[in-house]
């Protein structure tokens, strides 16, 4: 005979989870320097952050006028990526660029 028992019942469960909460994103920032030019800023901002050239050239330009600039927000490990290759092309490149990223 079968393990089939016509009169067993199964139980499902139909609960939805509301808590479920977006996962915090993160702001990466470009941090002034005297040494990386501005080129090179215009481009790490197209070439790693996918901006506009219009878009990377505001960009840059408050980073060279207020000391930082918001690149753009990620999750974290987007936004972590993004950070170790900006710093990876500058330090191929000889640039100091400071890259960085926090919670929003």
Do not use: W
Not at 40 to 50: A, Q, R
């Amino acid at each position: 005979m079968g393990l089939y028992s016509p009169e067993a019942e199964e139980e499902i469960s139909s609960e939805t989870v509301e808590d479920i909460q977006e996962p915090p994103m993160y702001k990466v920032l470009l941090h002034n320097d005297d040494y990386t030019t501005m080129d090179f800023v215009v481009e790490i901002l197209m070439y790693v952050f996918n901006k506009a050239p219009e878009t990377a050239m505001q960009i840059m330009l408050n980073v060279h006028e207020k000391g930082v600039g918001i690149c753009g927000v990620y999750s974290h490990e987007v936004a972590e990526t993004k950070v170790d290759t900006a710093h990876k092309l500058a330090r191929e490149h000889g640039f100091p660029l400071k890259c960085s990223m926090e919670e929003e």
